[in-house]
């Protein structure tokens, strides 16, 4: 089991690592076979120098008698003995199947489930398994001419897994190239968006680790699971988030001290959008041709896409406003206020005094007000002052609590050595190759 175990782990690294860690591995058994023999009895030198396989590895009950395993997702129209016949089983040993106490059980097969059966060397079933989720299901054993069939539910494995990936091209391409799937990588974006900006602060020879998790059954892979800690090294900077069960049910990301990876406003108010025109205190209006400061940042978005708060808080004001058009204002905090301008539609929602969430839909992009065409005039307030919205550094949203640092400290300081030895085996393997 442990051999497997760490097969599991390793297989996700690249394949001359796994030939390197699994030549390792023989060491270590040889060192315990050597460790536990006894040099006396000659006899047994012979096997001492016998060469290993590597499939008896992986392999983890040899004694068991030879079956074939075949299996199938159901499809319309299938039907258990239909599937058995396909699989090659002889009428009379799926009528024993059938005939067996509870195989109700196995009546009420769904298109979209597997069916999985051992075969003996004589083409009977030895098992089958009707699985409706990864997780849960229908079992047939074979005791002497019946089956016992019960229903089962199996225990999920999780097993971590370790990538470090070099970017060599963007983030996202270099971490499919190390096998990373899609939607760990998508968590990844996510945890470290914040920090950032995947389009523009990347450099080439940038890197980053991982750890997350992979939920097995029965040895199999059936889900990817949550990314439990990344570390970016950005530009010389080293951003390290870790993943953490709060006592009120959420996980959330924090840096190893403890402050939340989420910041309390996000970026940009509109996600599909270029900025059209920066923060400039000195910018010749394009209506008024004249020179007035430019208190805020245009995005550029087609008319009626979503204008989101960019932070939790409430409406302050939502109503046409002069050359802003029909504008609304979020009051954030006593310290932190925004202005939404040019919007096309008020989302049905966005009433002064009404509470938002950050990434909430308050409107729609539109050209109201002094607007050559329809763009988001976005505007972010500290203390009443105008300040540029690209360039403030956001407050990050809520910490650690006191209540909940110590076990922090301890989840974090865990997960971010279990990183730095993965690391420490990857670049020593890495090393020699360059
Ligand atoms: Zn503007």
């Given at each position: 089991m442990l051999v497997k175990k760490i097969l599991t782990i390793f297989k996700n690294f690249p394949k001359r690592h796994s030939a390197a860690i699994l030549i390792g591995l023989l060491l270590l058994i040889s060192i315990s076979i050597l460790g536990n023999f006894?040099?006396?009895?000659?006899?047994?030198d012979a096997d001492l120098y016998k060469k290993i396989n590597i499939e008896i590895l992986q392999e983890?009950?040899?004694s068991e008698p030879i079956y074939t395993t075949r299996e199938t997702l159901i499809k319309r129209n299938d039907s258990l003995f239909t599937i058995l016949r396909e699989f090659g089983v002889k009428s009379e040993n799926i009528i024993n199947l059938i005939n067996s106490k509870n195989s109700s059980l196995l009546s009420k097969i769904e298109v979209g489930d597997k069916i999985k059966v051992n075969l003996d060397e004589n083409g009977e079933i030895r098992d089958l398994f009707y699985i409706d989720d990864f997780q849960s299901g229908v079992k047939a054993e074979r005791s002497k001419s019946t089956y016992k069939i019960n229903k089962f539910k199996q225990e999920l494995e999780k097993v971590k897994v370790f990538k470090h990936v070099v970017i060599k091209d963007s983030m996202y391409m270099s971490g499919l190239k190390e096998g990373i799937p899609e939607s760990v990588l998508m968590d990844v974006v996510y945890i470290n968006g914040w920090d950032i900006d995947f389009t523009h602060d990347i450099r080439l020879g940038d890197t980053y680790s991982l750890i997350y998790e992979e939920i097995l059954v029965d040895g199999e892979k059936v889900l990817d699971g949550d990314v439990l800690i990344t570390e970016f090294n950005n530009k010389g900077k080293k951003i390290t988030s870790v993943r953490f069960d709060l006592e009120n049910g959420n996980s959330e990301y924090f840096s190893i001290?403890?402050?939340?990876?989420?910041?309390?406003?996000?970026?940009?108010?509109?996600?599909?959008?270029?900025?059209?025109?920066?923060?400039?205190?000195?910018r010749k209006h394009p209506?008024?041709?004249?020179?007035?400061?430019?208190n805020g940042v245009d995005y550029a978005a087609s008319k009626g896409s979503p204008v989101r708060?960019?932070?939790?808080?409430?409406?302050?004001f939502a109503e046409y406003n002069g050359g802003c058009g029909n504008e609304i204002k979020i009051k954030h905090s006593e310290d932190y206020t925004t202005r939404y301008c040019h919007l096309d539609k008020y989302h049905?929602?966005?009433?002064?005094g009404r509470k938002v969430k950050q990434g909430q839909t308050i409107g729609y992009v539109g050209s109201t007000g002094?607007?050559?065409?329809?763009h988001l005039h976005y505007e972010f307030h500290v203390n009443g002052r105008h300040t540029d919205p690209l360039k403030v550094k956001f407050p990050n949203a809520t910490p650690i609590g006191k209540s909940e640092k110590i076990q922090f400290n301890k989840v974090a300081y865990d997960i971010a050595n279990q990183l730095n030895n993965y690391k420490d085996i990857y670049l020593i393997e890495e090393a020699p190759s360059g």
């Open positions: 006894d040099f006396s009895n000659q006899k047994k983890e009950d040899q001290d403890g402050i939340n990876v989420k910041k309390a406003f996000l970026r940009s108010p509109v996600k599909l959008s270029y900025i059209s025109s920066k923060y400039n205190l000195k209506i008024l041709h004249t020179i007035r400061s430019h708060a960019t932070g939790d808080g409430t409406i302050s049905q929602r966005a009433k002064v002094l607007a050559t065409g329809p």
